[in-house]
């Protein structure tokens, strides 16, 4: 399902979304405004999985972070030294690993919060370019993909290009 998120997303997307939350299946297209408004029963799935995503992502973090810093403490004994090169290579690819979660993390109570206010699954670039709540619908599929996504795809890839260029 490439079509569904951006390059950046894919990047940061968690590992948990590509497999173990099968937990319901939908179909159609990521295209924006061809799909309809999310349902009462769909929220309560996005609110599902997002919760399962926040679980799973807060125990790789903790156990990630907790091994970083282990790597660089005090107790290490003198003739482990030669082996800090490494030591700092993989301390610095874990925090980085760990910052990204963090981004999700936060993207993830975001996304709770729409879930509250009944904005949840609707573009904000969209809406705020006019469009009516129908015609901002993010669309299922792509929001199983990335459910805490805050575009759909079409703006969020504009704002990657413009970042790039
Ligand atoms: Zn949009």
């Given at each position: 399902m490439d079509g569904c998120f951006s390059k950046n997303?894919?990047?940061?997307?968690?590992?948990i979304l590509e497999s173990s939350v099968?937990?319901?299946?939908i179909e159609g297209t990521c295209t924006s405004g061809e799909d309809t408004m999310l349902k009462a029963?769909?929220?309560?799935?996005?609110?599902?999985?997002?919760h399962k995503v926040e679980t799973r992502i807060r125990g790789d973090y903790e156990?990630?972070?907790?091994?970083?810093?282990?790597?660089?403490?005090?107790?290490?004994?003198?003739?482990?030294?030669?082996?800090?090169g490494t030591d700092a290579y993989e301390r610095e690819f874990s925090l980085r690993?760990?910052?990204?979660?963090?981004?999700?993390?936060?993207?993830?109570?975001?996304a709770l919060g729409r879930i509250e206010d009944?904005?949840?699954?609707?573009?904000?670039?969209?809406?705020?370019?006019g469009k009516s709540?129908?015609?901002?619908?993010?669309?299922?599929?792509r929001l199983k993909e990335i459910p805490y996504a805050r575009h759909c795809v079409s703006c969020e890839r504009e704002r990657e290009s413009r970042e790039a260029g």
């Open positions: 997303e894919r990047l940061v997307k968690p590992a099968e937990s319901f299946i029963e769909d929220y309560e799935h996005f609110r599902d999985l997002l156990h990630l972070t907790d091994e970083a810093l282990e790597n660089f403490g005090d107790s290490r004994s003198p003739q482990h030294l030669a082996e800090l690993f760990a910052e990204s979660d963090q981004h999700v993390l936060e993207e993830i109570q975001a009944g904005t949840y699954g609707l573009c904000e670039d969209c809406l705020a370019a709540n129908a015609k901002s619908v993010i669309p299922k599929t």
